[in-house]
């Protein structure tokens, strides 16, 4: 059982963590260790500690003479995103079809039908479908993959955040008829099925988010997925 006592470096992690994806700290300012401390009440130690783990989660980059700043973002990233969270979740979506309860199920559907309430607010219902696909692989325990996929998916907010912030209430709308696929290909506790609509989930994900970044201009026309 995971321990409630949370160390000063976690703490730090989470709150500068946060900042970064919220972009209240912005891609390429400097993360200034003595002023941190100043503004979070602690020495420089877990400061230095959390910097250094966010540097190695891909947040922060740190150079000689600068020192450590926020990661640029830049938009071809979402290849590498959709293919991390393809891969994972169809390794944890396989793992958790052998062992899902029925009780796993009827939360996963509540989950799913919960997030038809929000296709009108995209913050809201892109934090519901992280906890929904985090919720699959918690049932799957593949517990390494899991952790992977929850930075995996800070990325993808932190991405969507600063390119995507309005998507398509059309692709939410189309994006919640896959998710019922997907939990109907649970019911059947077929893993070849259930990889299938994943697969289909994620691509069609991407695809949809590559037209808009493309039309805004984030992407170029010629660019193809890796």
Known sequence: ????????????????R????????KPGSRLVIDELAATLGVSQIPIREAISELEADGFVTT???????????DANFIYEVFALLESMEVICGRAACH????????????????????????????????????????????????????KVF???????LHYLK??????????????????????????DSVERVLREHNQNALASYIRLLQSAGHLELS????
């Not at 946060?18 to 972009?23: A, F, R, S, T």
């Not at 800070?154 to 969507?160: F, G, M, N």
């Not at 660019?223 to 890796?226: G, H, N, V």
């Open 63 to 73: 150079a000689p003479h600068i020192g450590a700043t926020v990661t640029h973002i």
């Open 223 to 226: 660019k193809e997925k890796l």
């Open 99 to 150: 062992v899902m309860t029925d009780a796993d199920l009827e939360t996963l559907n509540t989950l799913v039908l919960v997030m038809d309430g929000s296709l009108d607010k995209p913050n809201i219902w892109s934090e519901q479908n992280k906890a929904m696909h985090l919720f699959i692989c918690s049932c799957g325990k593949t517990e390494l993959v899991y952790k992977m996929l929850k």
């Open 166 to 191: 309005d998507i398509p209430g059309n692709r939410l709308e189309k994006a919640q008829d896959e998710h019922k696929r997907i939990y109907d290909a649970f019911v059947t506790r077929n893993p």
């Open 18 to 25: 946060e900042n970064i994806l919220n972009g209240q700290h």
């Open 1 to 16: 059982m995971k321990s409630a006592f949370r160390s000063k470096k976690e703490v730090v992690y989470d709150i500068i």
């Open 154 to 160: 800070d990325h993808w907010d932190r991405l969507r």
